[in-house]
Each structure stands twice: as C-alpha cells, then as structure tokens.
C-alpha cells in the first residue's frame, strides 16, 4: 500500500523527535517511522549539556516534569586515579533516555504527528520525490526526509554509506545503579583502553556509561571480569564499583561505534544527529548536537516547503550550517580521546591542568556550543 506524506522522518530518536515537534508545533504534518517500541533504554551517558534547555522550552518541552537532575560540576581522573573537579561552564542535566525519548514519543502524537513502528530498508528519490519502503512491505511517499536513524543503522549498508564498511574498534556498557553519589556532578574516569562516564539520572538512580577498545575489552573472560581487572585498577572506579547496585537485569552493550566523517545529505535526505556526525561521548553532547541538527534542519525543511529555497539551496545551506555549528569541536572531541586513551600524554595533561585548572574550562568550551 502506498501511503502519501509531505514529511517522513525516519528514526525517533532524539533528532527525529525533536524534528518532528518543531515541525509539527509549525503546522505541518508529519510521519515518523521508528523500527523499535517504546520505552526503552539505550546505551548513552545521559548527561545532556544547557546548550538545547532554552530551545526545548521553545519548543514547550517540560523537561522539569521529567525530574531531571541538575549538573553543574565535573569530576575528571586519569587510569591512575589522579583527579581534578571543576565547574561546568554551561551546565546540563541528567535524565534518562527511557523517559526522555518516551516523553518525545508522546509528544509528538499529542500534536498530531503520526509514529509508525516500522523499519525503512529502502529508499529512493525520483522525479523530486521519495519513496521509501518497510519490511511490512508498506511504501510512503515524501517530499522531505530527515534520515534520523542514528549511529548505526540498515540503512547505512543500504545507502553504502563509506563509514558502515570498516570497522569500528569501540564497543559501550551501560547500566543503571543505586549508589550514593552527588547529584550535581558528571565524572569521567579514565581507564586502560577507555573511559566511563558516571552521573545521576531522575529518581536518584546513577548511570555509569564506558566506551572501550575492543582489543582491551577481548583479553577478559565478560563484564563483570573487565570491570574488576581494568575499570577498578582506577581507584574511584574501583569505590564506585564496590559501593553500587545494579538496578538492569544486566548491562547493555553496543558495539562498531564509529565516529568517522558521514556525508549530511544522502540521497537528497537531510540527514540529522548522529547519521550525520558523532563527537566522542566523553565532550558529553552528542544528544545536544542531535537536538541543535534537528533545529537546523527543521527551519530549513520549513523554507523549502514554503518555495522560499529552491531543494539545491536546502541541501547546501543545511551542510553549511551544519559544519559551521559542529565540525570543528567533533574534530576537537577526537583529538581529545587521543590523548585521554594516551597513557603517557593524559598524564603529562592531567599534570598540568591540576597546576593550571583554569584550563579545564578552556577545553570543555572547546567541545560545547553557545546556547541555542
Ligand atoms: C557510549 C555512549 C555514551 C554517550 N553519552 C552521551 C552523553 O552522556 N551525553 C550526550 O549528549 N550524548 C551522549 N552520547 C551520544 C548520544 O547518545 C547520541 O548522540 C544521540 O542518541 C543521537 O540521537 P539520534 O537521534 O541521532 O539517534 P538515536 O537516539 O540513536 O535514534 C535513532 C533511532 O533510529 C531508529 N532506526 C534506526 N534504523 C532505522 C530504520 N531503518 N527504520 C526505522 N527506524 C530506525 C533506531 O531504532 C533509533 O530509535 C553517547 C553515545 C554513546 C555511544
């Protein structure tokens, strides 16, 4: 059956949610097409910097309905457990992504916007036109679509996307615990191989979030295995460990997390968030620059709905805009992880930022944006 849309997103993640919101609270119609059912956990941080808070409350967001907590300070060790905290030039808050992007979810059908459980394993583009089809062997047709599918997707091998082609050495863990920790502080600990973020969510749960080197992660037998002869050799992990709870059943794992470049049109898709682009988790704002693509490429599908830009204008101010915005502190955020995963050059870092903190900022604002 084929089915006729102005706008199709696919992904409800955060970028396509947010998309969808802006679009929707502008009048237009639009169709989401999202593989998996809500709620549900994913592996992320879940610490989401200030730079989006005016923009989702733009948007008539009440995130603080959610119970966020707030965070303003940062904690940071090396594998040895040598440790500096600053403030957070920007802030941000901690909520998880179960209730983040289910309370997305709801919002969007509440304004009129439709959410299809369905996985897109095709599309094409002719005579100015989409079409894309599901494994339920539906079509739509669309005159926008925003490719919001996130990091790695089907769609990626389908698209022939270069990045989906080589492999990636990063794998993540991530799991919800009980555990006394201050609410207003994001750690970052550092360990052989990768680093762990831990911070507290809503409803005083904490979650501990790492990203390691398959090739250290290989040599041990599981999880828990890893964590008690790598993760704890770092001694605030090794409290953190001790002294916490898991509330999952058992941790989620992803893995082939890459963060190469990515094209940010793709067969005339407007691609957003992390299908167009991922900073290293640890500069904390990969969900920020979701939310800020999907502000970007919401005003723009806007101005070529209302025949103010011609499709060729769209595609080229949307790649402008995005690499005037992003790039340089997605280049900044891997030039960091080299460093921080460089035994010898993290602690010649950590040396001098605890002789000079006031740098620490300095490079956290690297790695963020101005407020939306
Ligand atoms: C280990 C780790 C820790 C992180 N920590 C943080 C942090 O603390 N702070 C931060 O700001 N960022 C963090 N990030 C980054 C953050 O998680 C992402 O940047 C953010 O989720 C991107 O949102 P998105 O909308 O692009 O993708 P997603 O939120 O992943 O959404 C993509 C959606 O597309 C759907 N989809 C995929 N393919 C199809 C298809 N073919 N058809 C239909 N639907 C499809 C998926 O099911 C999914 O729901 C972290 C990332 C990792 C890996």
């Known amino acids: 059956m084929e089915h006729t849309n102005g706008i199709v997103i696919i992904g409800a993640g955060l970028s396509g949610m947010t998309s969808a919101i802006h679009l929707l609270t502008q009048g237009f119609s639009v169709t989401v097409l999202e593989k998996n059912s809500f709620p549900k956990h994913k592996v992320c941080g879940e610490f989401i910097s200030n730079e989006v808070w005016s923009y989702l409350n733009l948007l008539d967001l009440d995130i603080e309905s959610l119970n966020p907590t707030k965070i303003n300070s940062t904690f940071l060790s090396t594998p040895s457990g040598r440790s500096i905290e600053t403030n957070l030039p920007l802030g941000g808050f901690g909520i998880s992504r179960y209730t983040l992007d289910y309370y997305l979810y709801q919002k969007v059908q509440e304004l009129g916007g439709v959410v299809i459980q369905s996985n897109v394993t095709d599309v094409l583009f002719s005579n100015d036109q989409f079409v894309l089809t599901t494994d339920d062997n539906q079509n739509y047709t669309a005159k926008v679509v925003l490719g919001s599918f996130g990091k790695r997707s089907n769609l990626d091998l389908q698209l022939n996307r270069d990045f ?13 615990y009980a555990l006394d920790l201050p609410a207003d502080v994001v750690m970052l600990h550092n360990f052989e191989g990768g680093y762990c973020g831990v911070s507290k ?14 090739s250290s992660f290989k040599k041990y037998k599981d999880i828990a295995d890893f964590q008690e002869n790598v993760m704890a050799t770092n001694p605030h992990l090794k409290t953190i460990f001790k002294n916490s709870k898991m509330i999952f059943e058992k941790p989620l794992t992803i893995s082939q997390i890459s963060f190469e470049d990515k094209p940010k049109i793709e067969n005339h898709m407007i691609m957003i968030g992390d299908a167009a682009g991922m900073i290293h988790p640890l500069c904390g704002n990969g969900m920020a620059i979701a939310i800020h693509s999907a502000k970007i490429a919401s005003e723009l599908t806007i101005r070529f709905l209302q025949n103010k830009i011609t499709r060729i204008q769209f595609e080229s101010q949307y790649v402008s805009r995005w690499n005037k915005t992003f790039r340089a502190r997605i280049q900044f955020g891997k030039f960091l992880s080299k460093i921080l995963l460089n035994e010898r050059l993290s602690k010649l870092v950590m040396k001098s930022l605890i002789a000079f ?16």
């Open 164 to 176: 989906i082609k080589k492999k990636s050495p990063w794998l993540a863990v991530k799991a919800h």
């Open 201 to 214: 969510v809503e409803d005083d749960k904490v979650n501990i979030c790492y990203l390691v080197r398959y």
């Open 357 to 372: 903190p006031f740098l620490l900022p300095f490079i956290i604002k690297k790695t963020h944006g101005k407020p939306v």
